[in-house]
Protein backbone atom coordinates (compact mmCIF):
# COMPACT_ATOMS: atom_id res chain seq x y z
CA UNK A 1 0.00 0.00 0.00
CA UNK A 2 2.75 2.39 1.29
CA UNK A 3 4.37 1.52 -2.74
CA UNK A 4 1.53 2.59 -4.64
CA UNK A 5 1.04 5.46 -2.29
CA UNK A 6 4.79 6.19 -2.72
CA UNK A 7 4.30 5.52 -6.73
CA UNK A 8 1.64 7.77 -6.99
CA UNK A 9 3.41 10.52 -5.13
CA UNK A 10 6.38 10.24 -7.93
CA UNK A 11 3.65 10.04 -10.69
CA UNK A 12 2.33 13.55 -9.74
CA UNK A 13 5.43 15.13 -9.39
CA UNK A 14 6.81 13.80 -12.31
CA UNK A 15 3.71 15.57 -13.56
CA UNK A 16 4.08 18.50 -11.58
CA UNK A 17 8.18 18.95 -12.56
CA UNK A 18 7.21 18.64 -16.25
CA UNK A 19 4.98 21.34 -16.12
CA UNK A 20 7.43 23.90 -14.32
CA UNK A 21 10.65 22.23 -15.78
CA UNK A 22 12.53 25.49 -14.58
CA UNK A 23 13.49 26.26 -11.24
CA UNK A 24 12.44 29.86 -11.76
CA UNK A 25 9.05 28.47 -11.81
CA UNK A 26 8.60 27.17 -8.91
CA UNK A 27 6.07 28.69 -7.05
CA UNK A 28 6.13 30.94 -3.69
CA UNK A 29 9.07 31.90 -1.53
CA UNK A 30 8.51 31.54 2.39
CA UNK A 31 12.01 32.69 3.10
CA UNK A 32 12.72 34.91 6.15
CA UNK A 33 14.09 38.06 5.62
CA UNK A 34 16.17 38.85 8.11
CA UNK A 35 19.71 40.62 7.56
CA UNK A 36 21.63 37.55 9.26
CA UNK A 37 19.74 35.07 6.77
CA UNK A 38 20.19 36.54 4.23
CA UNK A 39 23.96 36.70 4.33
CA UNK A 40 25.28 33.86 2.09
CA UNK A 41 27.41 30.62 3.53
CA UNK A 42 30.67 32.63 2.28
CA UNK A 43 30.06 36.31 3.80
CA UNK A 44 29.17 33.78 7.25
CA UNK A 45 31.53 32.44 7.16
CA UNK A 46 34.51 34.80 5.85
CA UNK A 47 33.25 36.74 9.02
CA UNK A 48 33.91 33.61 11.50
CA UNK A 49 36.54 33.30 10.56
CA UNK A 50 38.06 37.18 10.93
CA UNK A 51 36.73 36.87 14.06
CA UNK A 52 38.96 33.98 14.93
CA UNK A 53 42.11 35.84 14.26
CA UNK A 54 41.70 38.37 16.46
CA UNK A 55 41.04 35.52 19.31
CA UNK A 56 42.67 33.36 21.67
CA UNK A 57 42.56 30.74 23.71
CA UNK A 58 43.41 30.72 27.28
CA UNK A 59 43.15 27.71 29.71
CA UNK A 60 42.10 28.62 33.73
CA UNK A 61 42.35 27.12 36.79
CA UNK A 62 39.33 25.70 38.23
CA UNK A 63 38.55 28.59 40.21
CA UNK A 64 39.55 32.69 39.68
CA UNK A 65 37.79 35.84 39.95
CA UNK A 66 36.39 36.60 36.67
CA UNK A 67 36.57 40.38 36.42
CA UNK A 68 40.27 40.26 37.72
CA UNK A 69 41.08 37.81 34.72
CA UNK A 70 39.08 40.18 32.20
CA UNK A 71 40.48 43.50 33.47
CA UNK A 72 44.16 41.72 33.14
CA UNK A 73 43.40 40.88 29.92
CA UNK A 74 41.94 43.90 28.53
CA UNK A 75 45.26 45.96 29.41
CA UNK A 76 46.29 45.11 25.93
CA UNK A 77 42.95 45.75 24.17
CA UNK A 78 39.51 45.98 23.83
CA UNK A 79 37.46 42.65 24.08
CA UNK A 80 34.40 42.11 21.81
CA UNK A 81 33.51 39.12 23.10
CA UNK A 82 34.36 36.13 25.77
CA UNK A 83 33.21 33.18 27.08
CA UNK A 84 34.07 30.07 29.21
CA UNK A 85 33.32 26.35 28.46
CA UNK A 86 35.13 23.07 29.92
CA UNK A 87 37.41 20.57 28.27
CA UNK A 88 40.00 19.30 30.84
CA UNK A 89 39.53 22.23 33.06
CA UNK A 90 37.90 25.90 32.44
CA UNK A 91 39.26 27.29 29.20
CA UNK A 92 38.25 31.09 27.96
CA UNK A 93 38.03 32.44 24.45
CA UNK A 94 38.59 35.78 24.42
CA UNK A 95 38.21 37.76 21.33
CA UNK A 96 39.50 41.34 20.91
CA UNK A 97 38.65 44.37 18.71
CA UNK A 98 42.18 44.10 16.56
CA UNK A 99 44.40 41.66 16.10
CA UNK A 100 47.30 44.25 17.57
CA UNK A 101 45.79 43.44 20.37
CA UNK A 102 47.44 39.66 20.72
CA UNK A 103 50.83 40.92 19.47
CA UNK A 104 49.98 43.21 22.72
CA UNK A 105 49.15 40.35 24.82
CA UNK A 106 51.95 37.98 23.52
CA UNK A 107 54.63 40.64 24.33
CA UNK A 108 53.75 40.03 28.14
CA UNK A 109 53.30 36.37 28.49
CA UNK A 110 56.38 34.70 29.73
CA UNK A 111 57.65 31.00 28.31
CA UNK A 112 56.70 28.18 30.69
CA UNK A 113 59.77 26.66 32.92
CA UNK A 114 58.78 22.56 32.96
CA UNK A 115 60.84 20.51 35.49
CA UNK A 116 62.22 17.28 33.66
CA UNK A 117 61.84 17.90 30.32
CA UNK A 118 61.70 20.96 27.68
CA UNK A 119 59.97 23.17 25.97
CA UNK A 120 58.72 23.66 22.23
CA UNK A 121 59.53 27.18 21.94
CA UNK A 122 56.34 27.47 19.15
CA UNK A 123 54.17 30.89 20.74
CA UNK A 124 51.02 30.07 19.45
CA UNK A 125 47.46 31.90 20.51
CA UNK A 126 46.83 29.09 22.94
CA UNK A 127 47.78 30.57 26.83
CA UNK A 128 47.37 29.83 30.43
CA UNK A 129 46.36 32.00 33.12
CA UNK A 130 49.36 31.73 35.62
CA UNK A 131 49.86 33.70 38.84
CA UNK A 132 48.34 34.03 42.19
CA UNK A 133 45.13 33.08 41.35
CA UNK A 134 44.28 30.55 44.09
CA UNK A 135 45.08 33.51 46.55
CA UNK A 136 42.69 35.85 45.13
CA UNK A 137 40.31 37.18 47.62
CA UNK A 138 36.77 36.82 45.57
CA UNK A 139 37.25 33.54 43.53
CA UNK A 140 34.21 32.25 41.77
CA UNK A 141 33.32 29.30 39.45
CA UNK A 142 32.38 31.37 35.91
CA UNK A 143 29.42 30.52 34.19
CA UNK A 144 30.34 28.06 30.62
CA UNK A 145 28.68 27.32 27.67
CA UNK A 146 27.22 24.13 26.64
CA UNK A 147 29.86 22.11 24.98
CA UNK A 148 28.95 18.29 24.89
CA UNK A 149 25.03 17.38 23.98
CA UNK A 150 22.88 16.04 27.10
CA UNK A 151 22.97 12.29 28.04
CA UNK A 152 20.32 10.70 26.15
CA UNK A 153 18.26 9.70 29.54
CA UNK A 154 18.11 13.18 29.96
CA UNK A 155 17.08 13.92 26.63
CA UNK A 156 14.56 11.32 26.92
CA UNK A 157 12.89 13.45 29.71
CA UNK A 158 13.01 16.52 27.96
CA UNK A 159 11.47 15.54 24.85
CA UNK A 160 8.38 13.66 27.09
CA UNK A 161 7.86 17.00 28.73
CA UNK A 162 6.60 18.70 25.19
CA UNK A 163 3.40 18.81 24.58
CA UNK A 164 3.27 17.72 21.15
CA UNK A 165 5.66 15.90 18.58
CA UNK A 166 6.31 18.87 16.84
CA UNK A 167 8.02 21.02 19.49
CA UNK A 168 9.80 17.42 20.61
CA UNK A 169 11.39 17.48 17.01
CA UNK A 170 12.24 21.64 18.04
CA UNK A 171 13.17 20.76 21.59
CA UNK A 172 16.07 17.98 20.24
CA UNK A 173 17.40 20.65 17.98
CA UNK A 174 17.33 23.23 20.50
CA UNK A 175 19.48 20.65 22.56
CA UNK A 176 21.38 19.11 20.22
CA UNK A 177 22.62 21.69 17.56
CA UNK A 178 26.25 23.94 17.89
CA UNK A 179 25.76 26.75 19.63
CA UNK A 180 26.96 30.31 18.52
CA UNK A 181 29.85 29.86 21.00
CA UNK A 182 30.93 26.40 20.37
CA UNK A 183 31.09 27.28 16.39
CA UNK A 184 33.65 30.34 17.40
CA UNK A 185 35.72 27.67 19.37
CA UNK A 186 35.93 25.65 16.48
CA UNK A 187 36.96 28.65 13.61
CA UNK A 188 39.69 29.61 16.51
CA UNK A 189 40.89 26.15 16.46
CA UNK A 190 41.09 26.00 12.62
CA UNK A 191 43.30 29.45 13.33
CA UNK A 192 45.10 27.92 15.71
CA UNK A 193 46.45 25.56 13.40
CA UNK A 194 46.44 27.91 10.55
CA UNK A 195 49.37 29.46 12.43
CA UNK A 196 51.16 25.89 12.28
CA UNK A 197 50.53 25.16 9.01
CA UNK A 198 51.81 29.12 8.05
CA UNK A 199 55.25 28.22 8.88
CA UNK A 200 55.69 25.88 5.58
CA UNK A 201 52.63 28.24 3.09
CA UNK A 202 51.77 31.77 5.05
CA UNK A 203 48.84 32.30 2.49
CA UNK A 204 47.15 29.70 3.64
CA UNK A 205 43.90 29.15 5.28
CA UNK A 206 42.54 26.23 7.07
CA UNK A 207 38.54 26.28 6.71
CA UNK A 208 36.00 24.02 8.57
CA UNK A 209 33.74 22.04 6.55
CA UNK A 210 31.01 19.47 7.40
CA UNK A 211 28.46 19.81 10.29
CA UNK A 212 30.66 22.31 11.67
CA UNK A 213 28.92 24.44 9.13
CA UNK A 214 26.35 23.10 7.45
CA UNK A 215 24.02 23.93 10.09
CA UNK A 216 23.21 20.29 10.90
CA UNK A 217 26.20 19.64 13.65
CA UNK A 218 25.42 18.55 16.67
CA UNK A 219 27.33 19.68 20.01
CA UNK A 220 30.32 17.13 20.44
CA UNK A 221 30.80 16.34 16.50
CA UNK A 222 34.27 16.49 14.98
CA UNK A 223 36.01 18.78 13.07
CA UNK A 224 36.42 18.71 9.68
CA UNK A 225 38.99 21.09 8.66
CA UNK A 226 40.65 21.96 5.13
CA UNK A 227 44.03 23.04 4.15
CA UNK A 228 43.20 25.54 1.32
CA UNK A 229 45.95 26.68 -0.82
CA UNK A 230 44.30 28.48 -3.70
CA UNK A 231 45.93 31.85 -2.49
CA UNK A 232 48.90 29.91 -3.05
CA UNK A 233 48.48 27.77 -6.33
CA UNK A 234 45.50 29.11 -7.61
CA UNK A 235 46.56 32.40 -9.16
CA UNK A 236 46.33 33.16 -12.50
CA UNK A 237 48.71 34.48 -15.32
CA UNK A 238 48.01 38.56 -15.53
CA UNK A 239 47.50 39.82 -18.84
CA UNK A 240 49.44 43.35 -19.83
CA UNK A 241 52.88 44.04 -21.25
CA UNK A 242 52.97 40.28 -22.38
CA UNK A 243 55.29 39.93 -20.03
CA UNK A 244 55.30 38.07 -16.87
CA UNK A 245 57.10 36.19 -14.16
CA UNK A 246 56.02 33.06 -12.75
CA UNK A 247 57.68 30.91 -9.48
CA UNK A 248 59.42 28.01 -9.70
CA UNK A 249 58.23 25.08 -8.48
CA UNK A 250 58.91 21.43 -7.58
CA UNK A 251 56.84 19.25 -9.97
CA UNK A 252 55.36 15.73 -8.53
CA UNK A 253 53.72 13.32 -10.57
CA UNK A 254 50.32 14.05 -9.13
CA UNK A 255 47.75 15.77 -7.14
CA UNK A 256 47.34 13.18 -4.77
CA UNK A 257 51.06 13.21 -4.21
CA UNK A 258 51.11 16.95 -3.60
CA UNK A 259 48.51 16.47 -1.24
CA UNK A 260 49.63 13.81 0.46
CA UNK A 261 53.87 15.38 0.94
CA UNK A 262 51.81 18.74 2.30
CA UNK A 263 49.96 16.70 4.56
CA UNK A 264 52.58 14.95 6.16
CA UNK A 265 54.97 17.61 6.88
CA UNK A 266 52.24 19.28 8.48
CA UNK A 267 51.27 16.49 10.10
CA UNK A 268 54.46 15.97 11.40
CA UNK A 269 54.37 20.12 12.80
CA UNK A 270 51.06 19.50 14.39
CA UNK A 271 52.37 16.24 16.19
CA UNK A 272 55.81 17.92 17.16
CA UNK A 273 55.15 21.67 17.55
CA UNK A 274 51.23 21.91 17.94
CA UNK A 275 50.80 22.76 21.46
CA UNK A 276 47.10 20.60 22.77
CA UNK A 277 47.74 18.36 19.84
CA UNK A 278 47.80 14.43 20.61
CA UNK A 279 47.47 10.87 19.42
CA UNK A 280 48.43 12.43 15.54
CA UNK A 281 47.98 9.74 13.09
CA UNK A 282 48.12 10.78 9.09
CA UNK A 283 46.37 8.52 6.69
CA UNK A 284 47.56 9.95 3.79
CA UNK A 285 46.32 6.63 1.34
CA UNK A 286 42.93 6.93 2.15
CA UNK A 287 40.80 8.37 -1.05
CA UNK A 288 40.52 11.57 0.28
CA UNK A 289 44.23 11.58 2.46
CA UNK A 290 44.19 13.31 6.00
CA UNK A 291 45.77 13.95 9.40
CA UNK A 292 43.70 12.50 12.32
CA UNK A 293 44.18 14.12 15.50
CA UNK A 294 42.99 15.04 19.20
CA UNK A 295 42.98 19.03 19.96
CA UNK A 296 42.50 18.91 23.79
CA UNK A 297 41.82 22.44 24.80
CA UNK A 298 38.67 22.16 22.62
CA UNK A 299 37.92 18.26 22.90
CA UNK A 300 37.64 18.59 19.47
CA UNK A 301 38.47 15.45 17.24
CA UNK A 302 40.17 17.03 14.21
CA UNK A 303 40.40 15.88 10.16
CA UNK A 304 42.56 17.80 8.29
CA UNK A 305 42.19 17.15 4.87
CA UNK A 306 43.67 19.43 1.74
CA UNK A 307 42.45 19.55 -1.79
CA UNK A 308 39.32 18.60 -0.69
CA UNK A 309 37.43 21.67 -2.25
CA UNK A 310 34.29 19.40 -3.46
CA UNK A 311 33.64 18.69 0.52
CA UNK A 312 33.23 22.64 1.24
CA UNK A 313 30.63 23.11 -2.02
CA UNK A 314 28.62 20.62 -0.45
CA UNK A 315 28.82 21.53 2.85
CA UNK A 316 27.66 24.95 1.41
CA UNK A 317 24.60 22.64 -0.15
CA UNK A 318 23.62 21.14 2.97
CA UNK A 319 23.83 24.82 4.68
CA UNK A 320 21.26 26.35 1.78
CA UNK A 321 18.67 23.36 2.32
CA UNK A 322 18.46 23.97 6.00
CA UNK A 323 17.95 27.52 5.38
CA UNK A 324 15.36 26.95 3.03
CA UNK A 325 12.44 25.53 5.13
CA UNK A 326 12.95 24.99 8.94
CA UNK A 327 11.63 21.81 8.45
CA UNK A 328 14.86 20.32 7.21
CA UNK A 329 17.40 21.10 9.89
CA UNK A 330 14.30 19.41 12.48
CA UNK A 331 13.77 16.46 11.05
CA UNK A 332 17.68 15.59 9.80
CA UNK A 333 18.66 16.27 13.70
CA UNK A 334 15.96 13.91 14.78
CA UNK A 335 16.77 11.21 12.04
CA UNK A 336 20.27 11.45 13.25
CA UNK A 337 19.73 11.16 16.93
CA UNK A 338 17.76 8.02 16.05
CA UNK A 339 19.96 6.45 13.98
CA UNK A 340 22.83 7.31 16.76
CA UNK A 341 20.75 5.68 19.50
CA UNK A 342 19.86 2.91 17.60
CA UNK A 343 23.44 2.20 16.50
CA UNK A 344 22.77 2.59 12.82
CA UNK A 345 25.51 5.11 12.86
CA UNK A 346 28.83 5.32 14.63
CA UNK A 347 31.43 7.24 15.38
CA UNK A 348 33.97 4.60 14.56
CA UNK A 349 34.41 4.19 10.62
CA UNK A 350 32.81 1.02 8.81
CA UNK A 351 30.27 -0.11 7.21
CA UNK A 352 27.95 1.85 8.93
CA UNK A 353 25.22 4.58 7.18
CA UNK A 354 27.16 7.91 7.86
CA UNK A 355 25.20 11.14 9.10
CA UNK A 356 26.31 13.09 5.86
CA UNK A 357 24.26 9.98 3.93
CA UNK A 358 21.36 10.62 6.45
CA UNK A 359 21.04 14.01 5.37
CA UNK A 360 21.14 13.46 1.84
CA UNK A 361 18.22 10.65 2.27
CA UNK A 362 16.35 13.69 4.51
CA UNK A 363 17.20 16.21 1.74
CA UNK A 364 15.78 13.63 -1.01
CA UNK A 365 12.69 12.72 1.25
CA UNK A 366 11.87 16.38 1.25
CA UNK A 367 11.98 16.73 -2.58
CA UNK A 368 9.40 14.02 -2.98
CA UNK A 369 6.83 14.97 -0.91
CA UNK A 370 4.04 16.70 -3.04
CA UNK A 371 3.98 19.43 -3.10
CA UNK A 372 7.92 19.24 -2.60
CA UNK A 373 9.55 20.74 0.17
CA UNK A 374 12.85 21.74 -1.20
CA UNK A 375 13.95 22.59 -4.73
CA UNK A 376 16.58 19.92 -6.85
CA UNK A 377 19.94 20.52 -7.22
CA UNK A 378 19.50 21.14 -10.60
CA UNK A 379 17.32 23.75 -10.07
CA UNK A 380 19.09 25.42 -7.33
CA UNK A 381 21.95 25.42 -10.43
CA UNK A 382 19.58 26.70 -12.50
CA UNK A 383 19.21 29.77 -10.46
CA UNK A 384 22.93 30.51 -10.37
CA UNK A 385 23.96 33.92 -11.13
CA UNK A 386 27.25 34.13 -13.10
CA UNK A 387 28.89 34.75 -9.67
CA UNK A 388 28.19 31.88 -8.69
CA UNK A 389 29.85 29.66 -11.07
CA UNK A 390 31.64 27.25 -10.09
CA UNK A 391 33.74 23.92 -11.70
CA UNK A 392 35.90 22.03 -9.34
CA UNK A 393 38.40 19.38 -11.06
CA UNK A 394 35.80 18.64 -13.57
CA UNK A 395 32.50 19.03 -11.80
CA UNK A 396 30.12 21.30 -11.91
CA UNK A 397 29.28 22.87 -8.64
CA UNK A 398 27.17 25.93 -9.42
CA UNK A 399 24.84 26.63 -6.73
CA UNK A 400 22.45 30.06 -6.33
CA UNK A 401 24.24 32.14 -3.44
CA UNK A 402 21.51 34.35 -3.31
CA UNK A 403 18.35 32.36 -1.47
CA UNK A 404 15.94 35.00 -2.02
CA UNK A 405 15.67 33.75 -5.64
CA UNK A 406 14.43 30.30 -4.48
CA UNK A 407 10.57 30.11 -4.87
CA UNK A 408 9.29 27.16 -2.46
CA UNK A 409 5.91 25.66 -3.21
CA UNK A 410 3.13 26.00 -0.19
CA UNK A 411 3.67 22.56 1.97
CA UNK A 412 2.05 22.39 5.53
CA UNK A 413 2.98 19.00 6.60
CA UNK A 414 3.73 19.16 10.02
CA UNK A 415 6.84 17.18 11.43
CA UNK A 416 4.96 14.75 12.89
CA UNK A 417 3.75 13.61 10.07
CA UNK A 418 6.99 14.08 7.81
CA UNK A 419 8.94 12.42 10.21
CA UNK A 420 6.25 9.40 10.26
CA UNK A 421 6.41 9.42 6.22
CA UNK A 422 10.28 9.85 6.41
CA UNK A 423 9.87 6.32 8.07
CA UNK A 424 7.63 4.78 5.85
CA UNK A 425 9.38 6.13 2.94
CA UNK A 426 12.75 3.98 3.28
CA UNK A 427 11.27 1.65 5.00
CA UNK A 428 9.42 0.90 1.44
CA UNK A 429 12.17 2.12 -0.71
CA UNK A 430 13.06 -0.12 -3.57
CA UNK A 431 17.03 0.03 -2.05
CA UNK A 432 17.80 -3.25 -4.78
CA UNK A 433 17.07 -1.10 -7.97
CA UNK A 434 17.08 2.57 -7.26
CA UNK A 435 19.54 5.24 -6.37
CA UNK A 436 19.20 8.52 -4.41
CA UNK A 437 19.33 11.21 -6.36
CA UNK A 438 19.07 14.83 -5.07
CA UNK A 439 20.49 16.37 -8.70
CA UNK A 440 17.23 15.22 -9.86
CA UNK A 441 15.28 14.42 -7.50
CA UNK A 442 14.06 11.08 -8.55
CA UNK A 443 15.55 8.28 -7.55
CA UNK A 444 17.65 6.62 -10.39
CA UNK A 445 18.41 3.18 -11.66
CA UNK A 446 21.46 1.87 -9.15
CA UNK A 447 24.31 2.57 -11.66
CA UNK A 448 26.35 -0.44 -9.46
CA UNK A 449 25.70 -2.90 -7.42
CA UNK A 450 26.76 -1.34 -3.94
CA UNK A 451 23.23 -2.28 -1.46
CA UNK A 452 23.19 1.55 -0.70
CA UNK A 453 23.74 3.79 -3.61
CA UNK A 454 23.66 7.77 -3.06
CA UNK A 455 24.57 9.82 -5.88
CA UNK A 456 27.55 12.44 -4.36
CA UNK A 457 25.83 15.78 -5.49
CA UNK A 458 29.06 16.79 -7.22
CA UNK A 459 31.30 14.30 -7.96
CA UNK A 460 28.15 12.64 -9.72
CA UNK A 461 30.19 8.67 -10.67
CA UNK A 462 30.74 8.37 -6.86
CA UNK A 463 28.48 6.75 -4.90
CA UNK A 464 28.35 8.89 -1.13
CA UNK A 465 27.22 5.52 0.88
CA UNK A 466 29.64 2.84 -0.56
CA UNK A 467 31.31 1.80 2.63
CA UNK A 468 27.63 0.75 3.43
CA UNK A 469 27.33 -3.39 3.14
CA UNK A 470 23.46 -5.01 3.06
CA UNK A 471 23.28 -5.81 6.88
CA UNK A 472 23.74 -2.08 7.72
CA UNK A 473 20.58 -1.28 5.27
CA UNK A 474 19.04 -4.30 6.32
CA UNK A 475 19.38 -2.99 10.03
CA UNK A 476 18.27 0.42 8.65
CA UNK A 477 15.16 -0.59 7.20
CA UNK A 478 13.92 -2.66 9.80
CA UNK A 479 14.22 0.04 12.10
CA UNK A 480 12.39 2.45 9.45
CA UNK A 481 9.65 -0.15 9.83
CA UNK A 482 9.56 -0.55 12.96
CA UNK A 483 9.70 3.29 14.18
CA UNK A 484 6.78 3.56 10.58
CA UNK A 485 4.76 0.91 13.00
CA UNK A 486 5.41 2.89 16.42
CA UNK A 487 3.54 5.58 14.73
CA UNK A 488 1.02 3.62 13.25
CA UNK A 489 0.05 2.36 16.45
CA UNK A 490 -1.27 6.06 17.38
CA UNK A 491 -0.31 4.96 21.29
CA UNK A 492 3.19 6.24 21.57
CA UNK A 493 2.33 9.10 19.69
CA UNK A 494 0.04 10.21 22.40
CA UNK A 495 1.66 11.89 25.34
CA UNK A 496 1.08 10.42 28.97
CA UNK A 497 0.19 11.80 32.32
CA UNK A 498 2.95 12.94 34.77
CA UNK A 499 3.81 9.77 36.91
CA UNK A 500 5.26 10.11 40.33
CA UNK A 501 7.55 12.77 40.94
CA UNK A 502 7.92 14.37 37.63
CA UNK A 503 8.36 11.84 35.07
CA UNK A 504 6.71 11.01 32.30
CA UNK A 505 6.32 7.92 30.13
CA UNK A 506 8.62 8.51 27.05
CA UNK A 507 6.42 8.99 24.67
CA UNK A 508 6.54 10.49 20.50
CA UNK A 509 9.67 10.86 19.76
CA UNK A 510 11.04 10.21 23.16
CA UNK A 511 9.45 6.73 22.08
CA UNK A 512 11.01 6.22 18.92
CA UNK A 513 14.89 6.54 20.67
CA UNK A 514 13.92 3.63 23.03
CA UNK A 515 16.08 0.44 22.76
CA UNK A 516 13.98 -1.47 19.78
CA UNK A 517 12.44 -5.01 20.55
CA UNK A 518 13.91 -5.70 16.25
CA UNK A 519 17.37 -4.69 17.90
CA UNK A 520 17.03 -6.69 21.43
CA UNK A 521 15.56 -9.69 19.52
CA UNK A 522 17.80 -9.66 16.16
CA UNK A 523 16.18 -8.82 12.43
CA UNK A 524 15.55 -11.90 11.47
CA UNK A 525 14.31 -13.30 14.86
CA UNK A 526 11.70 -10.14 14.97
CA UNK A 527 9.89 -11.67 12.94
CA UNK A 528 8.66 -14.94 14.22
CA UNK A 529 7.99 -12.20 17.54
CA UNK A 530 4.87 -11.71 18.38
CA UNK A 531 4.48 -8.16 19.70
CA UNK A 532 3.19 -7.21 22.71
CA UNK A 533 0.58 -4.46 22.86
CA UNK A 534 2.29 -0.65 22.47
CA UNK A 535 1.34 0.56 26.11
CA UNK A 536 3.04 -2.98 27.79
CA UNK A 537 6.08 -2.19 25.99
CA UNK A 538 6.35 1.30 26.83
CA UNK A 539 5.85 0.50 30.21
CA UNK A 540 8.39 -2.68 30.10
CA UNK A 541 10.74 0.02 28.56
CA UNK A 542 9.56 2.32 31.52
CA UNK A 543 10.79 0.32 33.85
CA UNK A 544 13.89 -0.14 32.83
CA UNK A 545 14.71 2.83 32.47
N1 LIG B 1 31.83 13.89 2.50
C1 LIG B 1 31.69 13.54 1.18
N2 LIG B 1 31.56 12.23 0.83
C2 LIG B 1 31.55 11.26 1.75
C3 LIG B 1 31.70 11.59 3.11
C4 LIG B 1 31.83 12.92 3.46
O1 LIG B 1 31.67 14.43 0.34
N3 LIG B 1 31.42 9.99 1.38
C5 LIG B 1 31.98 15.31 2.88
C6 LIG B 1 30.62 15.97 3.20
O2 LIG B 1 30.65 17.31 2.79
C7 LIG B 1 30.55 15.88 4.70
C8 LIG B 1 32.01 16.11 5.06
O3 LIG B 1 32.75 15.44 4.04
O4 LIG B 1 29.70 16.85 5.27
C9 LIG B 1 32.44 15.61 6.41
O5 LIG B 1 32.17 14.24 6.52
P1 LIG B 1 31.69 13.61 7.89
O6 LIG B 1 32.53 14.14 9.01
O7 LIG B 1 31.60 12.14 7.71
O8 LIG B 1 30.19 14.14 8.00
P2 LIG B 1 29.55 15.38 8.72
O9 LIG B 1 28.51 15.96 7.80
O10 LIG B 1 30.61 16.31 9.20
O11 LIG B 1 28.78 14.73 9.94
P3 LIG B 1 29.34 14.30 11.40
O12 LIG B 1 28.54 15.10 12.34
O13 LIG B 1 29.05 12.84 11.51
O14 LIG B 1 30.79 14.57 11.46
MG1 LIG C 1 32.20 15.68 10.41
Known amino acids: KL ?73 HGDITNHFFYQSYGTNAVVEFTSRDSIAALKRSCTIPSVQHEAAVPFKSRLLSLKGNVSQSSSLNTVRCCE ?9 LQKLSRQESVDEQLRCLTEAYQLSEEDISLRFLVCSLLGDIAAAYFPECIIRPFGSTVNSFGKLGCDLDMFLDLDGVSGQKQSKGSGLSIEYQMKSVT ?100 TNFSLTVLVLFFFQRRVPAILPTLDQLRDLAGPSDKCIIEGNDCTIVSDLSKI ?41 EAAPLHIQNPFETSLNISKNVNATQLERFVALCRESAWLFQEGEVIKRGALQSGD ?29 EPASARIRTLLESL
Open 3 to 75: CQKADLQAQRLFASSAVSSSAKEVKRAVLDDTSEHKKSFCAIQEERRERALRSVLISCPPKFNEKKFLDYISK
Open 147 to 155: HSPIPVSEL
Open 254 to 353: SDRTVTQSILSVIGECVDKFGPGCVGVQKILSARCPLVRFAHQPSGFQCDLTANNRVAIKSSELLFVYGRLDERVRHVVFAVRCWARVHSITSSIPGAWI
Open 407 to 447: KLEKNTDTLEKLLQEFFEFYGNFAFNRNSINIRRGKEQNKP
Open 503 to 531: LIPPWGLAALLLPSVAESAGVKGRRKKKR
